[in-house]
């Protein structure tokens, strides 16, 4: 099974570290527990008749980085980024597309998912008014829910594809 690097970037307190707990074991943590430089996790995606599968390794970043993450060995050879921002604080959106931005001039090709989470605590007009606003450095949008698991799956199951549809 091919394994790809996933990075998974954006402020701290945006959930980076709920969605991929919610990912991998399908659990939420009402506790905050801040992650210090990098955690790193695998997740399987199942093979279809329409794609192999892959093992994505994703690097769970801190969020102390801001822009100076693309200076770190860190984001080296990843192949695509899910970055994170919270939908109750919108200057983390802000720092979510600057970050997109930032992905797309360091590896340029390698696929971004912006990832809006926190959708539970939003109401669907709202939602829809924060991802108007917001220019985006292309890519795709989701909206998900670590604590509920809504469309977590998804996001990472969108940046596999766009992974093997890119051949990185």
Request: a neutral charge; glycine letters at 10%; hydrophobic letters at 40%.
């Amino acid at each position: 099974m091919t394994a790809r690097k996933v990075m998974l970037l954006g402020e701290i307190g945006v959930g980076k570290s709920s969605i991929v707990e919610r990912l991998v074991f399908d659990r939420f943590d009402f506790e905050y527990k801040p992650t210090i430089g990098v955690d790193i996790y695998r997740y399987d995606v199942p093979p279809t008749p329409a794609r192999p599968g892959m093992s994505l390794i994703i690097w769970d970043t801190d969020g102390n980085f801001g822009d100076s993450i693309f200076r770190h060995v860190y984001v080296r050879e990843a192949s695509a980024a899910l970055i994170v921002g919270d939908l109750t604080r919108r200057e983390t959106l802000d720092t979510m597309v600057r970050i997109g931005h930032g992905f797309h001039e360091a590896l340029p090709g390698r696929h971004v998912s912006l990832i809006l989470n926190k959708l539970d605590l939003v109401s669907a007009p709202e939602a829809l008014a924060m991802e108007g606003a917001m220019t985006r450095p292309g890519g795709d949008i989701v909206k998900t829910s670590a604590k509920t698991g809504a469309n977590v799956g998804h996001a990472f199951l969108h940046a596999a594809e766009a992974i093997i549809r890119r051949g990185h």
